[in-house]
């Protein structure tokens, strides 16, 4: 794409965000979770959503009534396989399939970086959260996740 961004190696065992910040010395303020959600109906609609680790994504709020369903839920590690390619954990904004959705929290945007996953549990992606802008079928959404209490 063109833009600033390192790539970060990471132990696998590692990948899943509590653990890589703690291990890695990243705020979860810093870090952005990739998080695939489907919208049950007759046919399900399926959405990735970036949301900053310190935050927890409004699944059966914000997210189910743009999804325009009556039920939302966080898609499995096998839905999420199916969807991406991808493993939990190391799920990356920048190689979903072009019709797929991708909803960013405004908080994202704010950071003066982020973390994200990089394709595979073995790295992660260090970015302007302005690079995820770029995206052709990226929406930023106001509200998508709330603080963590």
């Known amino acids: 794409m063109g833009v600033d961004h390192e790539i970060v190696p990471c132990d696998p065992a590692l990948a899943d965000t509590a653990a890589f910040c703690e291990a890695y010395g990243y705020s979860p303020d810093d870090s952005a979770n990739t998080i695939i959600v489907v919208g049950k109906g007759e046919v399900p609609r399926p959405v990735a959503c970036i949301v900053l680790a310190s935050s927890r994504l409004d699944v059966n709020g914000v997210v189910r009534r743009r999804l325009e369903v ?10 999420t396989m ?4 991808m493993e939990i ?30 394709g595979s549990r073995s790295i992660k992606v260090l970015t302007p959260p302005s ?9 930023v959404v106001d509200d998508l996740a709330r603080p963590r209490e």
């Open 131 to 139: 690079t995820l802008a770029l995206l052709d079928n990226a929406t």
């Open 82 to 85: 199916q969807l991406t390619g």
């Open 89 to 118: 954990g190391g799920v990356t904004a920048f190689a979903l399939p072009e019709d797929l959705p991708i909803w960013i929290d405004a908080a994202v945007m704010s950071r003066q970086r982020i973390i994200l996953g990089g």
């Open 70 to 79: 009556r039920k939302a839920s966080f898609a499995s590690a096998d839905e």
